[in-house]
């Protein structure tokens, strides 16, 4: 599933222009009525500080936010510091864009879903 508007509306917040997270609203619908392993995969501008926030609490929902700038203005360095296998954070560059998507990140193909062992991205899981 890809992002709708929404990623930067959290479960006590908005920002962004987003009120209402669709991203984060679906996942949870789908995945409490289909019991498949569901992912979201956000990519933008900034990162979706909203999504992580909503799925936080949800290790069965693997969110994958791939964005252009190491820092955003939207906070998310609270769920940087905390471990969240589930949860992967991927500013782009020009050497990792001439990558294909599955060798970005490791996390989107584990089962269950796992931080990858050096892998930049997943660090927040693994420090």
Known sequence: MCRPPGHHAGRRFFGGYCFLNNAALA????RRQTRARV???D???HAGNGT???LAAHPDIAVFSCHARAR??????RIWRRPFPHMCFMPLTRRRMRKPIW??????WSRPWQPAPGCWCCRSATT
């Open 103 to 108: 060798r970005w990140c490791p996390v989107l």
């Open 52 to 54: 992580t926030d909503c």
């Open 27 to 30: 996942a949870l619908a789908l």
């Open 39 to 41: 992912a979201v995969i």
């Open 72 to 77: 955003s203005p939207f906070r998310i360095s």
């Open 43 to 45: 990519i933008d501008y």
